[in-house]
């Protein structure tokens, strides 16, 4: 782990490899297996790398301009196989300071492997940690980046709560969070559900109307710098069950992704 990002741990960590804080987060991850490896190995790593998808969204672009323009180092959360916005960044300048984190060991290891093997970019470090208890000491972070992160999270309405508490305890004064997030309508997922007799996601509450991510993130203090409608589409058979059943019911569930720069306040 290169500076500053070492300089900003508040607790050791559980493991140190191949210059990687691993903080044991596995359980708070997605759960990726050996199979999803042999995806990434054959190709997924190196398109994502060198994917063009963020830098052509004007929405995403205005993100990653924002992000060099700030010019400080940033912390990608729940960085996945994709990797969130880094790879975008890294494209118009290699040399920008990033650290990819994940609260999955697998994804990351593999991260290192392809880009030990397969690039010669720099100032790209890699940690496992999860956003519910982010080993970062208070105002430090100048800014993190993601995609789809706290969206990702587990245990509902809580673990957003949470992991999105971590980020703004962790960032320092007027640092700035560059995020792209998922906004569902639950109650035509609540109208499928019923419906169709599927067994509604945990978490999914009618009497408490899930809140949009502008009221999340008013909720724990950020200014909403700017905010634009990255994707906008309705949830499809091609998604998962639900959207099976709900296209078998003419039943349309939006899915709204919008592409935010807060600012902690
Ligand atoms: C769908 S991916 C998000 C997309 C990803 N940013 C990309 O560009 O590919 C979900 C990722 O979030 C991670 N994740 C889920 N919960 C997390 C948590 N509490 N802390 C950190 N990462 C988490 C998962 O391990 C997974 O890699």
Redesign the pocket.
Known sequence: MNKPFCDWFSRPPVRRYDGIYYYD?DR???C?DESDVDIWRSGRMKR?FHSDFFLNNPASRRLVDAIIAQGDPVVE????????LMPSVKQLVPDHVCLA????SL?IEEWKRYLDGNETIKNLDLAQ????DIPFRDNTVPAYS????LS???NGEE?HER?LREIHRTLTGNGFFYTIETWMDTEAMLRVFRESGMTPWSGLESDHPTPTWRERFLQVGFEIVSEDVFESRTLTADDNELGEAAEQLGIGISVISKAYILQKN
């Open positions: 987060s708070d991850a997605d990726f994502n959360i729940a960085c996945g196989p994709g990797m969130g984190t994940d609260a999955n994804v940690f999860s956003l519910m993601g995609y789809i992160g990702s999270t587990r673990g992991a």
